[in-house]
């Protein structure tokens, strides 16, 4: 086993009802993975049988306290992080990983190589580098977004020094001077797809389709405790994404400023 890199998934235990398909799905289109894969939550224990080799508990509550908490003294170099409901829905290159690995070995200015790509020259600007990654500028917005990559475990702890959102972290943390001279890529090949491209759940509701890869997984859903989208949601939702793609980098200039706003009374 690789001593290190840690896969994270980082959760808490109100999502609890989220580790069976995330552990079920990693099992099935992960199968070589050679890392520990360590689940973050505050005191719920994890099923015997599941894919996760342990939890990690944690006193904190606040989303960047608690990964803070959880990275402090940890010895490993790298952490392949992602949020419990971000699971692959396709077969994963173990190789591609490895060679992703290795270049961050080598280049020690490389402080995150995200595990998908994003659309050249869109929001987050990424620019081609190579045929097998993509690089994202200081500056681009979601720079520093909660989506599956390898982290270099000092760079995630130094940015999640304080309380703030996984939100926070992704539209104010995206322009911090300290990741300036920090380089920041994706892994066009590593085949991790998501069943939604934000995640399986939107707004506290599976996003639409869940249910029905649940299903095909073998998992039962409690949908009493976290409903589907209904098709009207799906709706207001794909207006909402037209509105923000009119003009994102505004919208998420305004975002900041309420939410640096909102900071400086607290």
């Not at 689940?39 to 904190?60: G, M």
């Amino acid at each position: 086993m690789d001593n290190k890199t840690l896969v994270l998934i980082c959760s808490c235990d109100k999502f609890e009802d989220t580790w069976e398909i995330c552990g079920e799905s990693l099992k099935r289109y992960w199968e070589d993975c050679p890392y520990e894969v360590a689940l973050l939550t505050e005191r719920r224990t994890i099923p015997s049988d599941c894919f996760f080799t342990r939890a990690i508990h944690v006193s904190s509550t606040n989303w960047a306290e608690m990964l803070h908490e959880a990275l402090d003294g940890m010895s490993y170099e790298y952490i392949i992080f992602m949020l419990e409901d971000q699971w692959p829905i396709k077969k994963i290159s173990q190789a591609a990983i490895e060679s992703a690995v290795e270049i961050m070995s080598k280049d020690k200015s490389i402080g995150i190589v995200y595990l998908e790509s994003s659309k050249v020259g869109g929001l987050r600007q990424a620019k081609v580098i190579n045929e097998e990654y993509n690089e994202i500028p200081f500056g681009a917005p979601y720079r520093l977004a909660c989506a599956p990559g390898i982290f270099r475990k000092d760079y995630l702890y130094e940015m999640t020094n304080r309380k703030m959102s996984p939100w926070d972290f992704e539209r104010v943390l995206s322009y911090d001077e300290r990741g300036e001279k920090v380089r920041v890529l994706e892994l066009k090949n590593s085949n991790w797809t998501r069943i939604d491209q934000t995640g399986a759940i939107f707004r506290g509701k599976w996003v639409l389709g869940v249910n029905r890869y649940a299903q095909k997984m073998g998992v039962h859903l409690d949908l009493n405790k976290r409903p589907e989208q209904t098709k009207v949601d799906f709706i207001k939702r794909k207006i909402k994404d037209m509105i923000f793609n009119i003009n994102p980098k505004l919208i998420l200039k305004i975002q900041n400023i309420v939410i640096k706003g909102r900071g400086d009374q607290t």
